[in-house]
């Protein structure tokens, strides 16, 4: 399935790009069966839950989890870029 074809995934990145582009770096995107992961980093998790409430308000056809953790010495990301 193309990006544009998914109109969820068009939802999230038309949010999510302007928000997660002034916060938060987009380190990867992980595409499991007919799920998708964006990782963004940033160095505080403030905006998470407003960007949570307006993702669930435009995203209404499917389940949208946000989930933020603190990673003081980005070994995730390390562990993508090897």
Same mark, same amino acid.
């Given at each position: ?14 949010v999510?790009?302007a /928000?997660?582009a002034?916060r938060?770096?987009?380190?990867g995107?992980?595409?499991?069966g007919s799920m ?7 160095t ?5 839950e ?9 995203i209404t056809h499917?389940?949208? /989890?946000?989930?933020?953790? /603190?990673?003081?010495r980005s070994? /995730?990301y390390?562990r993508?870029?090897?």
């Amino acid at each position: 399935m193309s990006a544009g074809s998914n109109p969820a995934e068009g939802a999230f990145r038309k949010v999510g790009s302007a /928000t997660v582009a002034s916060r938060a770096l987009l380190v990867g995107v992980i595409t499991i069966g007919s799920m998708r992961e964006f990782m963004p980093y940033s160095t505080d998790a403030d905006w998470v839950e407003e960007f949570h409430n307006r993702i669930d308000e435009i995203i209404t056809h499917h389940e949208v /989890t946000v989930i933020a953790q /603190t990673d003081p010495r980005s070994k /995730t990301y390390h562990r993508f870029v090897k």
